[in-house]
């Protein structure tokens, strides 16, 4: 009878040790597929004026899940079309804006329309319609963007925004002809 009392809370406890070990392990396998689904990050820019311009506004960029959500919004421009680009440099300081340097173009690609088959700058965003108060915005998701990747082809951190006084006729090589750089802001963490 000893014996099997002692086989018996033997069988129980490995039971009990049996459930709480695969509660534990439910609990892990959660917490793991939490930790891959990943936080957005979003970094804002403020556009300012350039090029003795009054244009300024806000861009706004969110990484989530590996899509990067771009929603830009401008006051102060002439109304009707403009170009917006992203440029190789954060840099903002000159007057003229030309400090950001050329359109970000990290895959060596002509310049074109985004998704062009012909080829695209990564920052070739294009053209955004000002209305008659001279407000405009514009919005884009991609895949081909990241926020602190740390790929050189794909990372938006140390460039700059710029939006042009002009619109981009996508063929004009390797600008747009889109004109002089009314509004700029750097993409800084």
């Known amino acids: 009878m000893k014996n099997l009392s002692i086989l018996l809370i033997s069988l129980s406890l490995s039971i009990i040790s049996c459930k709480n070990e695969k509660k534990n392990t439910e609990t892990t396998e959660t917490e793991t597929i939490e ?47 403009h170009a917006i680009h992203i440029h190789e440099s954060s840099d903002c300081s000159s007057p003229d804006g030309k400090s950001a340097g050329g359109h970000w173009n990290p895959t060596n690609q002509p310049h074109g329309k985004w998704g062009a088959e012909t080829g695209y700058h990564k920052g ?64 800084i963490e």
Request: aromatic share 4%; proline share 3%.
């Open 35 to 81: 930790s891959q689904v990943a936080e957005p990050k979003s970094i804002t820019v403020e556009l300012s004026a350039k090029s003795e311009s009054n244009v300024s506004g806000t861009v706004v960029f969110t990484d989530k899940n590996g899509t990067v959500s771009m929603l830009a919004t401008a006051s102060g421009l002439e109304p009707g079309s």
């Open 124 to 187: 070739d965003i294009g053209n955004f319609t000002a209305d008659e108060n001279g407000n405009a915005s514009i919005s884009i998701s991609t895949d081909e963007w990241c926020i602190g990747c740390g790929d050189e082809t794909k990372d938006i951190i140390g460039k700059g925004i710029i939006v042009h006084a002009g619109v981009d006729d996508f063929t004009t090589q390797p600008t747009g002809d889109a004109g002089g750089r009314v509004s700029c802001g750097g993409i």
